[in-house]
Each structure stands twice: as C-alpha cells, then as structure tokens.
C-alpha cells in the first residue's frame, strides 16, 4: 500500500502501537558507547507550528495534473506538524485509491530555498504508475463450481484513474462466463463517486435446485461515500435470463423453466466500523440492500435483505462474533424460483449443505420469499506452535452456533440449528445481488 516516512534535521521514529515518539542520534561515533538512560518525554505534535510551503509527486507520466492538485491540495490547509501528518496520509490514501499507482511513498522534510517560511514544509510524494497492461491467469472457486479465468486488465487508461477489464472464464461442468467492465472516478469531494458499467455473462448449474441459469446483462453503477464508514451504491441493472432444468427435476422446477426479461433498480447502504474486513478482532457491519424490479420487463417484484455482525475481542487473538440476516420478497407478478432466497452452505447458515434449508420438493430446493439467519462464531488461532505468524497466521479455529429458516408465503417456517467446529482459511466472501 505505502509508507510514510519524516525527513528532518533531527531525526524521528514514530511507533503507532506505543503512541510515542522516540529520538535518534544520528553520529556513527557513539554507536559503540553505552546508551544514555531514558527519558520519558512527551511532546505534543499539535503545538508544534508547521504548515506546507511546498508539494512535490514525483513519478507521474500519464497521470493528468489536475487530479494531483485535487487530491494533494488539502496539505495547504494544515497548521500544525500534526495536522501535516494526518493531511499527508489521507492523500496518500487517496492517491492510492485512485487506481493508477502500484506504489505511493511519503517524505515530509523541512523546506528551504529562497522562498521557505520559518516553520515551512516539503512533503514529497514518491509514486509507482501501473503498467498500461496487466493480465493474468487464475482459479476461482464459488458455490457450486471452480473455474478457471482468464483477464486482462487497462489501469489509467486516459490519466484520470479510468480503467478497463475483460474476464473470461471456464467452469468444470462445461460452463463459461465473461465480463466486460469500464470504471471512472469522479474528483468530486467529499463523495468522490465512482461511475461504472458492466456487459456480462454468467452461465451456472444449481444441481440441488435441478436447473441451469444463462444470464446475460447489463449493470450500470454508482457508488459514493458519505462518510469514511459509510458507502453507498445505486446500481440499474437489466438482463435477459434463461432457465433449463436439469435430468430428473420435479415439475414445480420445471414451471419456472424458460426465458424472463427483468429491468430492477437496486440501493446498498453499508456501514462498516471493523478493524478488518476479514477476521476482525473489533467493530460492526450492517448492510442493507433494497431492490425494486419492473421497471421493464416481465418480472415484478421488491427485495430487501439486511446484514449485520458484531465482533468483540474477548482475550488476545480470541474473538467472538455475532451474525445475523434477514430477507423478505414481494412478488408482484412473475417471480419465479431463480429470485427466491436460498439458505445453506458455507456463505449462508453454515453446517447444512448447499440450499439445504428451507422447502423442498422432490430432493430439489425451491427456495423462499422470507428467511432469517443468525450465527454466534468464536475464532482463536490454531492450538499448534507458530500459528499466530507466517503461514499459520492465514488459518483460524472455528466454533459456530447457527440458525435460521425460510419459508414461502402461507407456509410456517422450519427452525434448523447445527453447531460445530471447523479450522479454515483465510477467505474473503463477496455478495453478488440478484
């Protein structure tokens, strides 16, 4: 991601985890003499007068001028060296955000030359553009199938962080997906959306439902912040999609077989205070996604789903997490089984197989129109020497509570709970909206 680093005549380390501030001598002649006892010193950075005389980014090629100004400006801004430090972060952040650069570095030095202010500054940012292509080939694994895909990828293709990326991929029951996405950053602060559209296809088999899905569509996307934890994304999204079943798949499969044109407009709100997206240790996540389709064709209906998870370190690297979900589906007209929710499997209530809560119908899953789900997950590290560094530290002890049930419409739901313990790696999930 980065490094900040402070170039002074008087050199500093600055320790995040002590909070404190430690002085360096720099004359190689005492390195060999007994260290003076220490002093404990606290210096407060906020009453130290500094402000910026000077910015310079080193690096740039195809990277157009007017984005660095816009996003290195605030720097002016500052008054004190702790204001310097903070400002100089955020815009390394936000240079890194940009998409363009592989690379960024911060030095913060004391300014000088004819025109330097007594309590001036130079912050110098060292940056890295990416190549004008990359690509590359890679393994997938998702719910019901791995794959094999193929991409390509055009970072900054006009000096304004716009990107461009093509997938394809090669599933192991023969099936095969592409997409093709354009991205673009918009330098409008404090929301900095970014617009994006997607031409896609994607081709699955959901052998515990029996029936094959063929999607292919268009998505337009803008996402936004409206504050450093809480991001937004409008999304309008139209596809064509058709449904075959599979060999010996009950007749209530079979009604819902055939082509559907569906147009839907879609809202996310997420809010997220966790330390980590992936094993936090402290913090909250609450997601709601609303959907609205019939804007156009043949599928009416109004989806919302609410995600939320409470983690709470109890000692050292032992963590307790609560989770829970909740989704309830309105049909209009034309809802038909792909739109119903699904519960069961590794990235649902974990412990029961693959859609394998809910109604069923001969062996086959038919999904519901409400469900909810609640888990309670304690993580420690692997009870094995060096589990807490290197290798061991991707893997986690798992002990789970779950529950949930679906159901549809004039139906009672069923309560299914599993309890177990797992050991498992470190994976990210991601949520596709459908």
């Not at 991601?1 to 004359?27: I, P, Q, S, W």
């Not at 290195?72 to 890194?96: M, N, P, S, W, Y």
């Not at 996405?181 to 959306?193: A, G, H, R, V």
């Amino acid at each position: 991601m980065g490094t900040v680093h402070a170039r002074v005549a008087h050199k500093y380390c600055f320790n995040e985890d002590e909070g404190g501030l430690f002085d360096f001598d720099d004359n190689p002649d005492l390195d060999d003499e007994e260290p003076p006892p220490a002093v404990n010193t606290n210096i407060s950075l906020n009453s130290v007068k500094a402000r910026v005389d000077r910015v310079h980014v080193d690096g740039l090629y195809r990277t157009k001028d007017d984005v660095i100004r816009n996003t290195v400006g605030d720097l002016f801004k500052a008054t004190d060296f702790e204001d310097v430090i903070v400002r100089a972060h955020k815009a390394r952040q936000e240079l890194d955000s940009l998409g363009c650069f592989g690379h960024v570095c911060v030095f913060i030095d004391v300014s000088s030359g004819p025109d330097a202010t007594p309590d001036g500054l130079e912050v110098t940012f060292q940056v890295r553009e990416l190549s004008r292509v990359a690509g590359g080939v890679n393994a997938a694994v998702t719910d019901d199938e791995g794959s094999i895909v193929l991409g390509v990828k055009l970072p900054n293709v006009f000096g304004r962080g716009e990107r461009a990326a093509a997938a394809y991929s090669l599933g192991l029951r023969n099936t095969s997906n592409f997409n093709l996405s354009c991205t673009k950053p918009m330098p409008l602060k404090p929301y900095t959306p970014v617009l994006s559209a997607s031409l896609y296809q994607q081709n699955r088999e959901y052998p515990w439902s029996g029936y094959r899905l063929l999607d292919r569509g268009l998505l337009l996307d803008v996402a936004f912040k409206t504050s450093p934890t809480t991001k937004h994304t409008i999304q309008w999204e139209g596809l064509v999609r058709e449904m075959t079943v599979l060999n010996k798949t009950s007749f209530k499969i079979r009604e819902s077989s055939g082509p559907h044109l569906k147009s839907m407009v879609r809202h996310v709100i997420s809010m997220d205070h966790r330390d980590e997206a992936v094993f936090p240790t402290r913090g909250t996540w609450v997601q709601v996604s609303t959907e609205v389709a019939g804007l156009g064709g043949g599928v009416a209906n109004v989806k919302t789903e609410l995600h939320a998870q409470a983690n709470h370190r109890l000692h050292d690297d032992v963590v307790l997490q609560a989770t829970g979900a909740l989704g309830v589906l309105h049909d209009v007209f034309g809802t038909e089984l792909p739109d119903h929710f699904f519960l069961g499997g590794p990235t649902s209530v974990r412990g029961f197989q693959q859609r394998g809560v809910g109604p069923h119908n001969d062996g086959q899953a038919l999904g519901g129109r409400v469900y909810w789900a609640s888990g309670v997950h304690l993580y420690a590290p692997l009870p094995v020497p060096g589990a807490r560094s290197g290798l061991g530290a991707l893997f986690r002890s798992h002990l789970f509570l779950n529950a949930g049930a679906l159901a549809l419409p004039g139906q009672t739901p069923t309560l299914r709970i599993r309890r177990g313990t797992y050991s498992h790696a470190h994976t990210l999930l991601t949520h596709t909206y459908t």
